[in-house]
């Protein structure tokens, strides 16, 4: 056996193991990620008017109500810094996260057609679309800066600093966080369809559980005294924000501790989400 698969350069065997991942295979379809990347981004805005425009107008739009909302009415912005460019900082995270999430927990059902036909590494499919959302993102943070420098310019309080730097790791992380949580959901989703109905309910309370819609600070006046601090700071989207407004804005201080922690948490997901993925590939078909 072993003699005639070298006359082969590929030979597809049965997966039977937990563990049994062959990630290195990735490396090998890195042309088909890429052929992903460029369908899925051109998909999402095919038939529009406004085409890319809608990755500014959608979080524009969001922060307006945030700032009107959050900001004017209930105070919940950051003090001395302008409440827009507060809650842009902010939405821009939560976009991409959120749009990586939903469309990664949707891969198996999406794409069934496509993953019955032909074999690919599966893993293929939810990073190609981590990674198109990364144009989304590019055009969505040259319009945040586009509004820093103005706001710098004219004194408006925002003090970029040197953890600007850490910016690609910020993303970085938004993506395996993404990922590893899609992947879990779409694994589950294949057997147990309810659980994609609870995706969206679902997102939006961890959104409001996370620093979006309001400042760490502000919440002295839900929870004096520091209480429940711990609890907001263990959810790992709490400190990637803190850190991204840190940098940009000179918002508040770092606890270093909490994005370490964060980091433990994300990499946690991301392994239980590719070994609870590849366990549930290997027999979706039959219940998708």
Same mark, same amino acid.
């Given at each position: 056996?072993?003699?005639?698969?070298?006359?082969?350069?590929?030979?597809?065997?049965?997966?039977?193991?937990?563990?049994?991942?062959?990630?290195?295979?990735?490396?090998?379809?890195?042309?088909?990620?890429?052929?992903?990347?460029?369908?899925?981004?051109?998909?999402?805005?095919?038939?529009?008017?406004?085409?890319?425009?809608?990755?500014?107008?959608?979080?524009?739009?969001? #922060? /307006?109500?945030?700032?009107?909302?959050?900001?004017?009415?209930? &105070?919940?912005?950051?003090?001395?810094?302008?409440?827009?460019?507060?809650?842009?900082? &902010?939405?821009?995270?939560?976009?991409?996260?959120?749009?990586?999430?939903?469309?990664?927990?949707?891969?198996?059902?999406?794409?069934?057609? %496509?993953? &019955?036909?032909?074999?690919?590494?599966?893993?293929? *499919?939810?990073?190609?679309? $981590?990674? !198109?959302?990364?144009?989304?993102?590019?055009?969505?943070?040259?319009? *945040?800066?586009?509004?820093?420098?103005?706001?710098?310019? %004219?004194?408006?309080?925002?003090?970029?600093?040197?953890?600007?730097?850490?910016?690609?790791?910020? $993303?970085?992380?938004?993506?395996?966080?993404?990922?590893?949580?899609?992947?879990?959901?779409?694994?589950?989703? #294949?057997?147990?369809?309810?659980?994609? *109905?609870?995706?969206?309910?679902?997102?939006?309370?961890?959104?409001?559980?996370?620093?979006?819609?309001?400042?760490?600070?502000? *919440?002295?006046?839900?929870?004096?005294?520091?209480?429940?601090?711990?609890?907001?700071?263990?959810?790992?989207?709490?400190?990637?924000?803190?850190?991204?407004?840190?940098?940009?804005? &000179?918002?508040?201080?770092?606890?270093?501790?909490?994005?370490?922690? !964060?980091?433990?948490?994300?990499? /946690?997901?991301?392994?239980?989400?590719?070994?609870?993925?590849?366990?549930?590939?290997?027999?979706?078909?039959?219940?998708?």
């Amino acid at each position: 056996m072993e003699s005639s698969n070298k006359k082969f350069q590929t030979v597809i065997e049965p997966k039977n193991g937990w563990f049994d991942l062959h990630l290195k295979e990735l490396l090998q379809y890195k042309d088909l990620i890429l052929l992903f990347v460029k369908r899925n981004f051109v998909s999402m805005y095919k038939q529009t008017v406004l085409g890319p425009l809608w990755a500014i107008i959608q979080p524009l739009l969001t #922060t /307006v109500v945030f700032t009107l909302v959050f900001g004017n009415i209930a &105070g919940l912005a950051a003090d001395g810094v302008p409440s827009f460019i507060f809650y842009l900082s &902010g939405t821009i995270l939560w976009t991409y996260f959120n749009q990586c999430l939903t469309q990664t927990a949707n891969t198996f059902v999406a794409n069934r057609q %496509t993953l &019955g036909k032909v074999y690919f590494p599966r893993l293929v *499919m939810p990073i190609s679309t $981590v990674m !198109s959302n990364l144009i989304s993102l590019v055009i969505q943070f040259t319009f *945040m800066v586009i509004f820093l420098v103005y706001y710098v310019i %004219t004194d408006q309080s925002c003090h970029p600093n040197l953890y600007i730097l850490m910016t690609p790791l910020i $993303v970085l992380q938004l993506a395996i966080l993404s990922l590893g949580c899609g992947v879990i959901i779409s694994a589950l989703t #294949t057997k147990y369809r309810d659980l994609a *109905m609870l995706v969206t309910f679902g997102t939006q309370l961890w959104m409001y559980a996370s620093p979006i819609a309001y400042d760490m600070n502000s *919440m002295a006046v839900f929870a004096p005294g520091g209480k429940y601090h711990t609890l907001f700071m263990i959810n790992p989207i709490t400190p990637i924000v803190n850190l991204f407004r840190y940098a940009y804005l &000179g918002l508040g201080e770092m606890e270093w501790i909490f994005y370490g922690i !964060s980091w433990i948490i994300t990499l /946690v997901v991301l392994f239980i989400g590719i070994i609870l993925f590849s366990k549930v590939e290997k027999t979706f078909m039959d219940t998708v």
